[in-house]
Structures are given as C-alpha cells and as structure tokens.
C-alpha cells in the first residue's frame, strides 16, 4: 500500500508471539483483512489480536495506544481493542507491536444494511459525547486543531490533480472547500477525539455499534474531527441525528466539512490503486457534499 512499507506473515507472527509471550505460544494467527492503512492485523486465537506496523509513522501511535487506550476504555460505551501486551523489537522485527483483545462486529456500509442508519447516529454521536467527557489533564495532543487555512495550498494541489476525476462537479468542490474556509476557528479548548472516525473501523453486533478500533489518531482535537463520519458513513437524514446529539455548531460542523473534504482529496489520489475500498470512500464522501451544497 505505501512504497516502504514493511511486509509481515502469519508465520513471522507466530514466530514472534512464541518468543516474547509464551503463554500465547501455539494459539493460530490469522490474517485480519482488509488491513489498515498503517498496520497489518493478525487474530490470535479466538480472544486476541496483534497489531503490527507496516510503516515507521505507525510506530508512534502505536505507543500511545498502548499507554493511553486502557486508560480511557473503562468511560467508553462500546468494545475497543485494549492493548494486553507491549513487544519490544528484535533482530528479526525492528518495530515494536502489540497483543489487544479481540473486538468481535462486522463494519457498516455507507450503502447501508441490516441497521437502521438513525439508530447508528445516535450511537456514534454517544461513543463522541464519551471522547469529549474524558479527562484533559496531561492527554496527548493531535495535529487537528491546526486551522484549515493551513491545508489550503495542499487542498489546490489535489484539487488540480482530480480536475478530471472530478470533472463537472469541480467547481462545487472547489466551493465546499471555499465555504469551509470561512468557518471560525475552534475558540475553546480541544478535548478528546478519536481522530479517525471511519467504516472500517466501526463494528455492529444486531444492529448496534459495539466496538470502535484504531485509536492511533486519538487525544486533544478539534471536535470537529469526530464528526466526519457524519459524510464519511452517514446518509443526510442520519447525518441530522449525529449532529444534533453531538450539539455540533454551525462553526464546528462547518470545519468538519472542510476536514472531511481535505482527507477525501488526499485519499483520492494516494489510495486511487493502492486501497481501492479507501478511494471508493473519498468520492462517496466528495458526492455527499456536492448533493448537500446543492440542497442547502
């Protein structure tokens, strides 16, 4: 997926596993897929899992999952993967890697399903009232307070290269983008996010969400940032549900367009063959805003 990226195997999983932990030693290691983006995912057994970094950006997040996610899951409503066990690098892996517990659930679709898609608003914006509920005092910071004004000479780039990917609805893009600039910048302090609020890492169980995996980006955000995945999944009736249990703003959720807008433009290019899924995701996203322009 990423040109440097570090490959791995069941084999080189269970190698790992009987060294550093034995008491896990046997138990069979299964390759997770789709993968993410960062990490290759490994079920181990039937009640574990291992998380192992394909890219050296993932080493960080990794880290602090592991110091801060068995902190925070206690508050939360729903399973997460909480980190058992820490791995230091070997000769044979340089990175370090961990065993979580296994979040049983299957991701939901922005095609939908069997759930109901206002139903699942309201869980989600739950699962975000609970991020922003947690405790400030001495929680890592993230990237996503930074003003969008910032990305603006990113955004022109990407937009330039998916003029013909875009094709008519260039202009409106360009417009969604130019109308988030306009938005106010966060005034209060930042609070917990989950940073990364997407599909494939949400899991249902009879029509509920039950578990939300890769904290990676989480800690002191811009709120706004939780609140992509009212266009990232979300269809427009279910989207009025999240954003008025999360009490969004019109500032806030004018800023959440333009972050979803960013991520879709520098998704859409990178991933167009890398991640297929991913990119199929960005122009669900960018589609969403254009029909939302046109209706407002």
């Given at each position: 997926?990423?040109?440097?990226?570090?490959?791995?195997?069941?084999?080189?999983?269970?190698?790992?596993?009987?060294?550093?932990?034995?008491?896990?030693?046997?138990?069979?290691?299964?390759?997770?897929?789709?993968?993410?983006?960062?990490?290759?995912?490994?079920?181990?057994?039937?009640?574990?899992?291992?998380?192992?970094?394909?890219?050296?950006?993932?080493?960080?997040?990794?880290?602090?999952?592991?110091?801060?996610?068995?902190?925070?899951?206690?508050?939360?409503?729903?399973?997460?993967?909480?980190?058992?066990?820490?791995?230091?690098?070997?000769?044979?892996?340089?990175?370090p890697w961990t065993v979580c517990r296994w979040v049983e659930g299957r991701h939901p679709s922005t095609e939908g399903g069997p759930y109901d898609d206002e139903q699942l608003a309201r869980d989600l914006a739950a699962f975000v009232r609970a991020m922003r509920a947690l405790d400030p005092a001495g929680a890592p910071t993230t990237a996503w307070p930074r003003p969008l004004h910032e990305e603006d000479e990113l955004v022109r780039t990407n937009l330039e290269l998916l003029a013909d990917e875009l094709g008519p609805v260039h202009d409106d893009v360009v417009a969604v983008w130019d109308q988030a600039l306009t938005a106010p910048q966060l005034e209060g302090p930042p609070v917990w996010i989950h940073g990364d609020l997407s599909p494939s890492n949400l899991l249902l169980r009879d029509g509920r969400l039950t578990g939300v995996l890769d904290f990676s980006a989480m800690g002191l955000g811009d709120p706004a940032s939780d609140h992509r995945v009212a266009w990232n999944l979300l269809p427009p009736a279910a989207r009025a549900v999240f954003r008025a249990e999360v009490g969004a703003d019109d500032a806030t959720w004018a800023r959440a367009r333009g972050w979803v807008l960013l991520q879709a433009l520098a998704q859409l290019p990178y991933y167009a063959e890398r991640n297929p899924p991913l990119a199929a995701n960005a122009r669900h996203v960018i589609a969403e805003l254009v029909a939302e322009r046109a209706s407002d």
């Open positions: 997926m990423h040109d440097d990226e570090v490959t791995t195997d069941a084999a080189l999983v269970a190698r790992l596993v009987a060294a550093q932990f034995p008491e896990w030693a046997g138990l069979p290691v299964t390759p997770v897929e789709p993968w993410g983006t960062d990490n290759a995912i490994y079920r181990l057994g039937d009640e574990l899992s291992v998380r192992m970094p394909r890219i050296h950006w993932a080493v960080a997040p990794l880290e602090r999952e592991f110091a801060w996610l068995p902190r925070i899951a206690p508050s939360l409503p729903v399973e997460v993967p909480v980190p058992l066990a820490f791995a230091a690098p070997v000769e044979e892996w340089a990175w």
